[in-house]
């Protein structure tokens, strides 16, 4: 489980399948309410505690982004909004407003272009050939979908040695961020530095 605070009131939890099967659960478990999700959410917001300082009471918003072979994103934010049920309700209990997504393409973010050809090396000697590579806020993104020809754990855990993955869109990314290779990127980048 990594975390990381996005603003004073916001915080991104990024949970592996691995951290998932360590606790017993798989991706489909979270969509239910069950004892051990919410000890997983427990366990979640006690770690922040103690990491970020990020207390969660009263209101907060849950967004979960299901990464394709890749775990879980779950951004956790204090809500705004007050409500009359507030005063009904003791400190330990918390509010939560879920929302669900997910994502099948494989999106990740490397800090540098030199991340990028060490990866591209790899994946091109794995057949992996496709992909986009967009320049957005500092970072290379690189976008792959998941019809690979090769086991797509093996593709992500592949990828995550040498960067993260990212919860943004590959719509955000194509709007607003640079497009520095648009097709057979990762081939593009083995016949030119390899």
Same mark, same amino acid.
């Given at each position: 489980?990594?975390?990381?605070?996005?603003?004073?009131?916001?915080?991104?939890?990024?949970?592996?399948?691995?951290?998932?099967?360590?606790?017993?659960?798989?991706?489909?478990?979270?969509?239910?309410?069950?004892?051990?999700?919410?000890?997983?959410?427990?366990?979640?917001?006690?770690?922040?505690?103690?990491?970020?300082?990020?207390?969660?009471?009263?209101?907060?918003?849950?967004?979960?982004?299901?990464?394709?072979?890749?775990?879980?994103?779950?951004?956790?934010?204090?809500?705004?909004?007050?409500?009359?049920?507030?005063?009904?309700?003791?400190?330990?209990?918390?509010?939560?407003?879920?929302? %669900?997504? *997910?994502?099948?393409? #494989? $999106?990740? &973010?490397?800090?540098?272009? /030199?991340? =990028?050809?060490?990866?591209?090396?790899?994946?091109?000697?794995?057949?992996?050939?496709?992909?986009?590579?967009?320049?957005?806020?500092?970072?290379?993104?690189?976008?792959?979908?998941?019809?690979?020809?090769?086991?797509?754990?093996?593709?992500?855990?592949?990828?995550?040695?040498?960067?993260?993955?990212?919860?943004?869109?590959?719509?955000? %990314?194509? *709007?607003?961020?640079? #497009? $520095?290779? &648009?097709?057979?990127?990762? /081939?593009? =980048?083995?016949?030119?530095?390899?």
């Amino acid at each position: 489980m990594r975390l990381e605070r996005l603003n004073y009131d916001k915080i991104k939890i990024f949970l592996t399948t691995d951290d998932l099967k360590d606790r017993g659960l798989t991706k489909e478990d979270l969509w239910k309410d069950s004892l051990k999700v919410q000890q997983l959410f427990r366990d979640m917001m006690d770690e922040a505690s103690v990491e970020l300082g990020f207390e969660a009471h009263g209101p907060i918003a849950v967004e979960v982004y299901s990464l394709h072979a890749q775990g879980m994103v779950v951004i956790v934010s204090h809500s705004q909004e007050v409500t009359e049920l507030d005063e009904d309700f003791s400190d330990e209990y918390i509010e939560m407003q879920v929302k %669900l997504d *997910e994502n099948f393409d #494989v $999106i990740y &973010e490397f800090n540098s272009f /030199e991340d =990028i050809i060490q990866v591209s090396n790899y994946l091109y000697r794995k057949n992996v050939k496709d992909g986009m590579i967009i320049f957005y806020l500092e970072k290379y993104y690189l976008l792959l979908n998941d019809d690979q020809p090769f086991n797509i754990d093996d593709l992500v855990s592949v990828l995550a040695e040498y960067g993260n993955p990212s919860t943004l869109t590959d719509h955000r %990314l194509k *709007e607003y961020g640079k #497009v $520095i290779i &648009e097709n057979k990127a990762v /081939e593009e =980048i083995y016949r030119h530095f390899w």
